[in-house]
């Protein structure tokens, strides 16, 4: 078990989500850096798909009463367990009754914790990941809550690595982009832009917007050209990495816990491999679109 102290500015629970739910209106949900969350699961031994926790920014400082083994992905900070530092990136043993903190993310956004055995949080719809969106799943975890986890595995036994995480250091966690660029191919409304929008995207100068959360990442710089006579698009379906762009003309890349449909038109979508980019975007840093 596990009881959390200080949350942090947001903490959840994540694992790879409730995919294919989209005819409910359910969100996929699930970390929004993959790659991180597998890699982090497979340092302590755990299945692919166990349950971790997701920390913004700011970190969480939490209590192990029995003890267990953890470890720390995604953006990189620093880690203590009883005020003594202990290695990013490598599974570590705590004692019973340890105090583990996570400190602020160095860079990126999100960073993962998982413990050996998996959180063992509530299940809907085959996936304990907390949706932001439609509120299903466990809450953001409060100071005072305790989550339980899983029997421990085997010592030494690691878990599958899924493929699409991708090249990240020896131990296998994938870096923070030091230059944030996002692939991305056309979207299918090029019909509600201006002759040159997509360019524009392309050279635009831009800056994440700190009302960004695991919806979607607001983009700030030049507005896209908009047009106004095509008349109001009705809702459709999108994909997470869609960027949406409203009147204003200022993009929104979806996130995880994005809409399953949207009335603004979109006029890219985020290649899969780069999601885990767009997800530890952090406000006020630049980011770069490039057409593939």
Known sequence: MIEIIDPGLLTTVQDLGRPGNAALGVPPSGAVDRPSLLAANALVGNSPGMAC???TLTGVSLRMPAGGVFAVTGAPATVKVDGA?????????????????????????????????????????????????TGLGPQPLASTVAVSFGPSPAVGQSGDRDPSAGPGSGNGIPAIAADPLLRVVPGPRADRFADGALQALEA??????????????RIEGEPLPVLD??????????????????PGGLPTVMLN???TTGGYPVV???V??????????????????SLG
Do not use: C, H, K
Request: cysteine-free.
């Open 85 to 133: 530092e202990v290695p990013f990136g490598e599974a570590f043993a705590a004692g019973q009754g340890s105090v583990v903190e996570v400190g602020p993310a160095a860079e990126g956004v999100r960073s993962y914790v998982a413990f050996a055995g998996g959180l063992d949080a509530e299940s809907v719809l085959g996936s304990r990941s907390t949706d932001l969106l």
């Open 204 to 217: 635009g100068q831009w800056t994440v917007s700190p009302r960004s959360n695991r919806i979607g990442v």
């Open 257 to 259: 816990d994005r809409p």
């Open 229 to 246: 006579a095509v008349g109001e698009l009705r809702s459709e379906g999108i994909v997470t990495g869609s960027i949406q762009v409203p």
């Open 268 to 270: 890219a979508v985020v």
């Open 272 to 289: 899969e491999q780069d999601l885990r980019i767009a997800g530890q975007l952090r406000p006020g840093s630049p980011v770069r679109f």
């Open 53 to 55: 926790l997701e920390t």
